[in-house]
Each structure stands twice: as C-alpha cells, then as structure tokens.
C-alpha cells in the first residue's frame, strides 16, 4: 500500500532552524502487508520525543534512510499469521522494543534488554529482520521497530499492547515512551518506597512522568532540576515540593534530612548532569538514569563513591518495563485520576508541522507534542 510518511534521508548535516532545512520531508512510501506475526497499524497519534531528535541531528546513529516516529497508538487494520490476542479494530500502544521472548535476558524476565529486539532497533528492521518500508530506491528502515510518524505502520506484533479503545488516542501515544520510561524508572529500576525523597533532573515529557510516577508511589518530597521557569512552573503544579534550575547545596540540606535523595531519576542524557545526579544522591541512595547521551560522553567518578557512600547506580532502558504488564497498569492508574499524564500535552497538530515541532522542542519550549497523521 502506498502511505504518507516523516522520511529522514541523512542525519547530522541539517542547520537549524529545522522549518527551513526540512530535515523530515513527506513522500509517499509503499509499506508492504505485514508478515508472520507483524500487524498492520493504522496511525491515529504519535508523539515526539527527543529520541526522535537525537536521530536527526546525529547524537544517535542510525541507519538511513529511515521513517522516524517510536512513541504512538493506532489502530489494527489486518494481521499477518501468529498473532494471537490481537484482532483487527483493536486500539494497541505501541512500544519500541519488540521482544522476542526467547533470549536469555527475555526468559530472565528482563524484556528491556531483549538481545534480538536490540539487534533488529540497531539495524533499523523489525524483529524478523525485514524492512517493509520502500521508496523508489530501495528499502527505508524502521525507527525502532516503529516509524511512527506516518499513516501507517507495519510492527512486530510483540511491539503492539492491546488497550481500552475509549483512551483519546493523544493521550494513549503518551504511554509508548515518556510515560513508560518515566514512571517505570521510579517504580521499576527505582523501586520508590513511599515515604522516600526523590530528586529529578530533567523536565521534558520523561522527567515530569516520572514526577507523576513518584507522587503516584507516595514520594513524600519531590525536588525537580531544570533550567526551563516554564518546565518548573508545570512540576510545581504536578506536585514538586521544590524546583530549581540547578542542583544547589542549599536545597538539598533544606528538603533532605541527609543532604540528598533516596532515589535520583537522571532524563537528560548529558555526562554532567548525571555526575550532578549522582551528587544529589544520600549515602545509600538510588541513582536511575534514563537519558540518552552521545555516544563519544564519558563520566569519572571518584573510585571510592560507590563503595564508601554505598550509592547504586542503574541504568534504565524502557523504564525498566514489560510493556504488555505495565502499560495497562500505567493507564488503570490515569484512569483513576493518579497519573494526569494530559498535562504532559504541549500541542496536538499535523504531520506538515513537524519540523516545526521539532524546532520547539529543541528550544525546549514543549514537554510533549502529538502529531495526527
């Protein structure tokens, strides 16, 4: 079938601002019907994320050309064989890492860290190793295993969690990455206890998630980092106890008995501000960082940290989650008025914007943007 789609032809080599060197151009595609155990999707929402970002402007490199797009929510329109507990009309989330269920980190229950599904993202194919997206020069690859920003997609059916059909389809495309990693790195690589201090750093769309995770856990004193005054007007009105434009000593002594945080959540994928993370963290504390950095950035830790000041740090890939298990719960818990992810809601627009939104965001002027197909 032929579709409309946010195509990426080289990555790293665009001026900004991006509305006018179009990073993104819209042609039209042909996306072959899906395989063994691959669905076809049609795309109601996708969001962007600055994953998508970090792609484009080279931080993380992929493979080209390429349809970018991982945070989304669509329709099913027809299934390949094997594809059991999904039909057509189903509403599903999608998820940017397609498990394969058989690999050692799969069995151990770790499907974040699924070997294949990392191979098939790196090599920008779906899980079996196809690429169903074609312009007329050859194959076009699959931004983790999803290449949301489009009319359709074909995934891997492990990538697609079956949800209530009755979720706004802008707010369900939240649950695929921002909220996923975020309120999956407090409650999952974090494991908040209630009553426990949390600092963030970062308040993008991960960062104030995992705000609304650690109020939703019973964090008993939240202190939110960012240099944005807007980003940290919105965390005080979801529920920071303080914020602040950077770690200061002065507030951690004052909102922290020890002088840091039981748990730290790191979302900006910067060496430096995971030391700063690291820092702000009590002797014993938990350190989970989910930002992405480029690959060329390295950290140095005084050797006796982690062992005098029995710190932890974990890295945090998906938030640490089994998106068939903690999307629906993720949601049960929105539903239930203790997740307002809504308010993680920037802007809902058409795809022809999306250069646009992608200048927005790299001014830091949206938390998260939803583009309709």
């Avoid at 797009?69 to 599903?92: F, M, N, P, Q, Y």
């Avoid at 109020?215 to 939110?224: D, P």
């Avoid at 974990?314 to 308010?343: M, N, T």
Wanted: charged share 15%.
């Amino acid at each position: 079938m032929k579709i409309r789609a946010a195509m990426l032809a080289q990555s790293g080599d665009h001026a900004l601002p991006y509305e006018q060197s179009q990073p993104l151009t819209l042609p039209q595609l042909t996306l072959d019907p899906p395989g063994p155990g691959e669905v076809l999707v049609r795309i109601d929402a996708a969001g962007l994320c600055h994953s998508d970002l970090s792609v484009i402007n080279g931080d993380r490199p992929r493979p080209m050309p390429m349809v970018i797009g991982h945070e989304a929510t669509g329709i099913v329109e027809s299934l390949g064989e094997g594809c059991d507990g999904l039909a057509v009309g189903d509403r599903v989330v999608l998820a940017f890492l397609p498990a394969c269920g058989h690999c050692p980190r799969c069995l151990a229950g770790e499907v974040w860290l699924c070997g294949p599904g990392t191979v098939a993202n790196g090599r920008g194919t779906l899980l079996s190793g196809a690429c169903r997206l074609h312009d007329d020069h050859g194959p076009v690859h699959h931004h983790l295993g999803i290449s949301a920003f489009a009319s359709h997609a074909v995934v891997d059916a492990r990538s697609a969690v079956k949800v209530d059909s009755d979720i706004p389809a802008e707010i369900a495309a939240l649950f695929g990455c921002a909220v996923l990693t975020g309120v999956g790195a407090v409650v999952n690589a974090g494991a908040l206890r209630p009553g426990e201090s949390v600092v963030i750093h970062g308040l993008g769309g991960v960062g104030l998630s995992a705000l609304l995770g650690a109020r939703a856990a019973g964090a008993a004193t939240i202190l939110a980092i960012d240099p944005s005054a807007e980003k940290r007007a919105i965390a005080q009105e979801l529920g920071a106890h303080a914020c602040a434009p950077e770690e200061a000593a002065h507030l951690s002594t004052s909102l922290f008995v020890e002088g840091g945080a039981d748990l730290v959540i790191e979302t900006v994928g910067h060496a430096a501000v995971l030391r700063a993370a690291i820092a702000s963290g009590r002797r014993g504390s938990r350190i989970v960082t989910v930002g992405l950095p480029h690959p060329d950035q390295m950290i140095d830790l005084p050797a006796l940290t982690l062992v005098a000041e029995a710190k932890t740090l974990i890295g945090s890939y998906l938030g640490s989650c089994v998106p068939a298990r903690d999307i629906p719960r993720f949601i049960a818990l929105w539903k239930a008025r203790r997740l307002p992810v809504e308010r993680l809601l920037t802007s809902v627009g058409p795809l022809d914007t999306i250069n646009h939104l992608l200048d927005e965001m790299q001014a830091g002027r949206a938390i998260r943007q939803i583009v309709k197909p």
